[in-house]
């Protein structure tokens, strides 16, 4: 994948056909060292003499590539050019588009010959131009172009990297070419004379900051869907990640509670559940919150059947306990407390809906399943990790308690970027995505790819100390991994910052703050951090992005940044990951 400057289109970008090549330079797995330059930034030079360029492509032979893009429908009548859109707005051209692509090309080669002068290495780099038409087949060949300085829609069939190098080497046999000695640092030269002119140099935590603000703001759309479901007694109500569930539950708990109501609020994850205790620590007394099986166990402890649970722990295995004892003694205790709620409000319902859970919640509810007041969130696409039933088997142990609820579905990604939440369900093997992207778009997702353990954890160390340097606050940074902690590379990290001091990272074990002293960042399994998320995400030890394990848990973990994802990746999977963000250009893929 190119290295894109800027890494995204403005959205001032209208042209369809733009963004295509855009993605299209992009996503092509055979350009991962060229460096693309957009040409958004170069239209506002004010005194630059080659505003008009659509992309500046830097290949590493020594080749700089001057690409006009001309999207819709094409034609030319006595000379005159013009294009129409997809909405059958009809533009008339100044001149042809390759006259605009060459006279943009020397302008450019102009202004690199008087920054480094006519002997520099620069100056001697290869300077071509071609026109891509994406929608059409090729105008007619003309006096006016050589045939490979055309580009059109069946040529992008193929990844466009064949197309740019077809320009490459006919431009080079055309004038018969000698590259520089040094192409490399020719090109780095020409990249840092031209990158000021459109990159705008802000700090990523400025940009996490503006994201952060605007994502809450979207949240408040979420009330809505609330309001429409708190007249109904009995909801299910089923959202990919990142559509809002957690942040109802809580919503509709603290209203209910603002009632008069007693309210269970329990979810299966043990930092959710934490989080969810010191976050509603405000709510009230009326309020009973945590995880399932911490409830379960206060529960029992209260009841007349702790001494024979904690003599029957003793014989059994920890996976039992949880599996077995935990859920038989727990139903065996709600009995003695029954009625004791007048709402149930159930999140991470994919992991919990079972018929002994159902049970159990209908023994403590008042009115029980069939006539008590539940709300139920549950989420079947690809957070069900802990095996169990399938999602039709928890539904009709639902269906078969209770006949009379209401089902919805939340369809709004409200947490992620609109980047983070597009490319994980990419990389999740998703044929299109699961929820409607939100409208912020973010900062891009940054892979940083290494070959062994050394390097990842160099490439780790390299990416904290950046964000730290730029003024990431060390508590909106958590470090995720499919790995226990003693297994993955956040457990070797360790740098010293001058502001921050010596900067290690520490296993999350409540659900508000990591433990530690000194500046530590926090670092979970992706399991533990389930229904959890953070402002930057820094997903550690991905060496497999295929199949239906790995993929789970890439939807997870990378669903949890909410403004930024830095994803360390082994080298062995660039080419899947190459791949899977291509289907973005799919016709399939609907947003």
């Known amino acids: 994948m190119s290295r894109m400057i800027p890494p995204q289109y403005d959205h001032s970008t209208v042209s369809a056909a733009e963004k ?21 930034g170069l239209s506002k030079r004010k005194d630059g003499p080659f ?15 001057c690409l006009e893009i001309k999207g ?25 588009p390759f006259m605009q692509a060459r006279e943009g090309m020397f302008a450019l080669l102009q202004a690199v010959k008087i920054r480094f002068g006519v002997g520099h290495d620069a100056s001697r780099c290869l300077f071509a131009y071609a026109v891509i038409f994406p929608d059409v087949e090729c105008p007619p060949l003309t006096p006016e172009f050589e045939p490979w300085e055309a580009v059109d829609r069946n040529a992008l069939c193929s990844p466009i990297s064949k197309a740019v190098l077809r320009v490459v080497s006919n431009q080079r046999r055309k004038l018969g070419f000698a590259p520089p000695v040094a192409p490399a640092s020719a090109l780095r030269d020409i990249r840092q004379f031209l990158r000021p002119d459109f990159e705008r140099v802000v700090a990523r935590c400025t940009v996490v900051g503006e994201c952060e603000s605007a994502l809450i703001s979207l949240t408040e759309d979420q009330y809505s869907v609330l309001d429409m479901i708190s007249d109904n007694p009995r909801c299910f109500v089923e959202g990919a990640a990142g559509t809002g569930k957690t942040l109802l539950a809580l919503e509709y708990s603290r209203r209910q509670v603002a009632n008069g109501n007693t309210v269970l609020l329990l979810c299966f994850n043990r930092l959710l559940g934490e989080w969810f205790e010191s976050y509603t620590s405000q709510f009230g007394n009326s309020l009973c919150v945590g995880s399932y099986h911490r409830f379960l166990l206060e529960l029992i402890m209260a009841s007349p059947w702790r001494e024979e649970f904690e003599a029957t722990c003793r014989d059994h295995s920890p996976e039992k306990l949880f599996t077995e004892v935990l859920p038989f003694y727990g139903r065996l205790a709600a009995g003695s407390c029954s009625g004791r709620f007048d709402v149930v409000v159930l999140d991470e319902a994919q992991d919990l809906v079972n018929s ?67 490319e994980t369900a990419l990389l999740s093997g998703f044929s299109s995505p699961p929820y409607k992207l939100g409208q912020v ?38 470090l995720l991994s499919k790995r226990k902690f003693c297994d993955s590379v956040a457990a070797e990290l360790s740098l010293s910052t001058q502001r921050h001091g010596t900067v290690t990272a520490v296993e999350i074990r409540s659900g508000t703050r990591a433990p530690g002293k000194g500046t530590t960042l926090g670092f979970a399994t992706v399991h533990s951090f389930k229904g959890m998320e953070t402002p930057t995400a820094i997903f550690c030890d991905v060496d497999h992005v295929e199949d239906d394990e790995p993929q789970a848990l890439l939807y997870i973990g990378m669903s949890r940044a909410r403004s930024l994802l830095i994803m360390m990746v082994h080298e062995s999977v660039r080419h899947a990951i190459a791949n899977a963000l291509a289907r973005k250009l799919n016709e399939g893929w609907k947003s």
């Open 441 to 478: 778009a973010g900062l891009p997702v940054d892979y940083r790819y290494w070959k062994n353990t050394t390097q990842q954890l160099h490439k780790l160390t390299e990416v904290v100390s950046e964000l730290l340097a730029e003024g990431m606050k060390p508590s909106d940074l958590v």
């Open 72 to 96: 819709g429908r094409v034609s030319c009548t006595n000379g005159i050019w013009e294009t129409t859109d997809r909405f059958g707005v009809r533009s008339e051209l100044s001149r042809s």
């Open 51 to 65: 505003g008009e360029v659509d992309f500046v492509v830097l290949v590493p032979s020594g080749a700089v590539i």
């Open 356 to 422: 002994e859970a159902i049970e159990l919640l209908g023994t403590l509810l008042k009115g029980g399943i069939t006539g008590g007041r539940w709300y139920v969130f549950g989420d079947f696409t690809r957070q069900c990790i802990y095996g169990g039933p399938t999602r039709e088997a928890r539904l009709q142990a639902l269906n078969s308690a209770c006949h009379n609820f209401v089902r919805t579905n939340l369809r709004t990604n409200c947490r992620n970027s609109r980047r983070i939440g597009e």
């Open 20 to 40: 295509r090549v855009f993605h299209l330079l992009e996503s092509d797995p055979e350009t991962s060292d060229w460096v693309v330059l957009h040409s958004l």
